[in-house]
């Protein structure tokens, strides 16, 4: 089973960027698609970015273009590269499978867009 650990959130102003990283332990990694998901204060979590283990990617319409997601496969991590945040892309991150989460939710990172 996998166990999933977030870091590299913080305070950043709108239009800045961050990176945030996901160290997976465990086995199977490889083989999944690995996901990006977001949780607003009040709201329920969302898949905001996916990427499969041969590299195909999804995004949803909100983050389209300004996040990238990518993976490690031989490091067992999967980072998200934001660029021209919004006060609305704050809230926790988590990483887990996609889109189906089957691992138990790590810790998560917390995300702050404030000027």
């Known amino acids: 089973q996998l166990r999933l650990v977030e870091s590299g959130g913080g305070t950043v102003q709108p239009g800045g960027s961050l990176r945030l990283s996901c160290r997976a332990s465990?086995?199977?990694?490889?083989?999944?698609?690995m996901g990006w998901y977001r949780q607003a204060p009040g709201q329920q979590r969302e898949l905001v970015a996916r990427?499969?283990?041969?590299?195909?990617?999804t995004y949803s319409n909100s983050v389209r273009g300004r996040f990238t997601i990518s993976r490690d496969n031989a490091k067992n991590t999967v980072d998200l590269q934001m660029s021209s945040l919004k006060p609305e892309d704050a809230g926790v991150y988590y990483c887990?499978?996609?889109?189906?989460?089957?691992?138990?939710w790590g810790p998560g990172t917390q995300v702050i867009v404030s000027s």
């Open positions: 465990g086995s199977g990694f490889t083989s999944y698609t």
């Open positions: 990427l499969t283990s041969y590299g195909i990617t």
């Open positions: 887990n499978t996609a889109p189906t989460s089957v691992a138990p």
